[in-house]
């Protein structure tokens, strides 16, 4: 069994733990991330990639608005690479409360949230698809994030700094002597390597599965789990981030993004983490009431649905989950007797860079460390070139290698960032096959409108040839990539698009004789 040692060990690769790992490594401090599958595995990955301005929650929540508002402004000037600036509008149609829509502003105003009325002509002349019921239109400042570039471009630095990432790797079991935690025993689910960890401080930044591991040193929080489906449009709808004007619903927020647009998202609470996706009955409601604000939203064709699990934080009781506070909930441990622990849970991605600061303040208070934290004064670096979707092919080659062939042209990814992630999950990963899941998580590898059906095979075909893959490794590799992206096609396939991913399906069992 290997033995590590280190000041600060990080559970989860959501944004937020690895938000905390980079701002750790600014300080100077050494620390350790462990994710039990890949990076925004979690809610991290199973979001709007909407950056708040803070107007959705100014009617009830005025902490999380004004959270939102003061970090979405740090992120469009430290990680501008990870966002898109796009400005929003909150819309109101027929039948909306005309006493939420005449409060909003001054709600806006008392949480110092720019919230401008504009004329019927104006919004539609900004949107020309909303719906012509529209009684009330308010422009924010609402955009655009990449969670998947944000998290990888945060444990980046962690890393280049000394920071040490085990994705696959999870925690089985706590040792507590002295009422601190002495070791972390950690298994990695693909080879069975067990690790012994020593840490000074061990941070839980699970979200959703915070509860299960606070669980492992005898301690309870009441972690809410709420469900949230989303849908992807083929085609980018709006420029502009879409709120409807009301108190939060279902299907009343669509977000742009790269090519396509995000639409939800449902409040469901559930009662397990298994088994989490969206269904068929979701699917419809969220497509009904999204064609209320957005009519066009009823009759367009959506590539997928996909769910995430919101880790709300309750003060007790049941009911709406909607009426949980959105704002960070940071536990200190040593009310438990457990003196080297904390958990940091809730919140919102567009607040992540202040929870990290605030869970890393703390684990520095704990370990003996006085430095003041970086993040909200130092950029975030660009760890590599992104691909950028949405250019032809022809133009791409125009800009590029002509010898870097695209494996993945409706997402614009090239063979050369394809062989930089292979690069870095084989040495940071401790990997010796690269998975096409793995790659999708690092690019936009199967986001597109193919969804894998042509790059998975295009990309396992490449991995035959530089010797990455061998026997049946690709066919199984390609099987799991695409019943992964089957599972949120199935709830968004109707007629003549159903018989095209049968189609494609048969073709893929034909010639490749694998069973999906």
Known sequence: MTLLKTEVLI??????????????????????????????????GGNHGLLHSGARYVPKDFESARSCRKEGELLKRLAPHCINNTGGLFVAVEGDSENFIANFPHFCEKCGIPAKKIGFSEARALEPTLSKKMIAAFAVEDGTVDPFRLSMENIAQAQALGSMLLCHTKVTEFKIRNRRIATIRLINQNTGEKTLVEAKCIVNATGAWAGEITEMAGISINVVLSKGSLLITQKRITKHVINRLRPPADADILVPGGTVSVLGTTSTRVDSLDNIRPSVAEVDAIIEDGAEMIPVLGTTRYLRAFSGVRPLISKGGSGDDRAVSRDLALFDHSENQVHNFLTISGGKLTTFREMAEKASDMACQKIGIDKPCLTAIEPLPQSRKWSVPGISPKTWLKQNDPQDVLLCECEMVP????????????????????????????????????????????????????????????????????????????????????SQAEMAEAIHCGFFGIEL
């Open 11 to 44: 559970i989860g690769g959501g944004v937020t733990g690895t938000g905390v790992a980079r701002d750790l490594a600014l300080r100077g401090v050494n620390c350790i991330l462990v994710e039990k599958n890949d990076i925004n595995s979690g809610a991290s």
């Open 415 to 498: 063979k050369s960032a394809v062989d930089q992630v292979i690069d870095y999950i084989t040495v940071n990963n401790k990997k010796e096959l690269a998975h096409l899941s793995d790659i999708g998580v690092r690019s936009r590898v199967g986001r597109g409108s193919c969804q894998g059906t042509f790059c998975g095979v295009r990309i396992a075909a490449h991995m035959y040839n530089e010797g990455k893959m061998s026997e049946n490794q690709g066919l199984e590799n390609i099987r799991q990539f695409l019943q992964e992206r089957w599972k949120g096609q199935q709830p968004v396939l109707w007629g003549a698009q159903l």
